[in-house]
């Protein structure tokens, strides 16, 4: 009788991170992480050769972004195939937030977990951390091409700081655009504000009509500008009546990150 030796067959499950990247910058990754997590809490990362998109209407749907990363600016981007992580922006601006000068921030995808790992080599440190993907249906939000009667394009520095000042007046900020200049105002319980930009080298301002007004909520201003200041020198603003506004940072060698936010009904 003849017996067969038993053979112990031993499995080896090998995890392979599927998705990994880089940014060129990350302190301009991070600001850009932090301008969306107000919007965005939960949302999907989609992540191809052509480099990082993350857009998305906020909870209220009174805002919407479109952050896009090329991997142009990336030091590092590998996908073998487009993939869809979902993901708490949250979490992962809280980690970002140690981010500094000189250090490098590394996102890859093992498993179901986003490992970030932190390298600064002057300073001889490292950090990782590993944060939970979540399980997000999938949602594409094409928003039409959109005219404006009026458009500037001014330094992010100058209506970063004109939005804050004004803002501390009112719960609303009024956009208004004539001949003169840019409009900035608000109007509130301890009195009111009102700041103007006029036409000058380095600003450009171009108008349809005689004039456009249109009301946005300070918070979702304040925010926004405060986390973008850093991520462009100039803002591109398309605003209307009853139209979302327009605010588009381009940086590096392609990437973008734009915000439209509804206006509020002007009183009559």
């Known amino acids: ?34 301008a969306m997590k107000d919007y965005l809490p939960q949302t999907i990362l989609r ?8 857009s998305g209407m906020d909870t209220s749907h009174v805002g919407y972004v ?5 991997a142009a600016d990336c030091t590092k981007l590998v996908a073998k195939k487009p993939i869809e992580v979902g993901m708490n922006l949250v979490v992962l601006s809280r980690v970002l937030g140690s981010v500094g000068s000189g250090d490098t921030v590394t996102l890859s995808l093992k498993g179901e977990k986003i490992i970030v790992e932190f390298q600064n080599t002057k300073a001889a440190k490292k950090a990782l951390y590993e944060i939970n993907t979540l399980d997000i249906e999938s949602e594409s939000h094409e928003l039409p091409d959109i005219s404006y009667d009026a458009n500037v394009s001014v330094k992010t520095t100058d209506i970063a700081s004109v939005i804050k000042e004004v803002g501390a007046f009112g719960d609303d900020i009024t956009f208004m655009m004539d001949e003169e200049g840019f409009h900035i105002s608000a109007k509130g319980d301890f009195g009111s504000a009102k700041q103007t930009l006029d036409k000058s080298e380095g600003r450009e301002m171009a108008i349809k ?11 979702y201003l304040i925010g926004l500008f405060k986390s973008c200041s850093c991520i462009a020198t100039t803002t591109q603003i398309d605003f209307d009546t009853d139209k979302p506004m327009r605010c588009m940072f381009r940086f590096g060698a392609g990437s973008s990150f734009t915000s439209y936010l509804a206006p509020k009904i002007m009183d009559t």
Request: charged share 25%; proline share 3%; glycine share 4%.
């Open 47 to 54: 992540i191809s050769s052509d480099g990082l998109r993350i």
């Open 1 to 34: 009788m003849n017996v067969r030796p038993k053979i112990e067959y031993s499995c080896f499950i090998v995890i392979v991170r599927t998705m990994e990247f880089i940014p060129a910058d990350a302190q301009l990754f991070r600001a850009a992480i932090d």
């Open 66 to 70: 479109d952050y896009f990363l090329t």
């Open 209 to 219: 009509c005689d004039s456009v007004s249109a009301k946005f909520g300070t918070k």
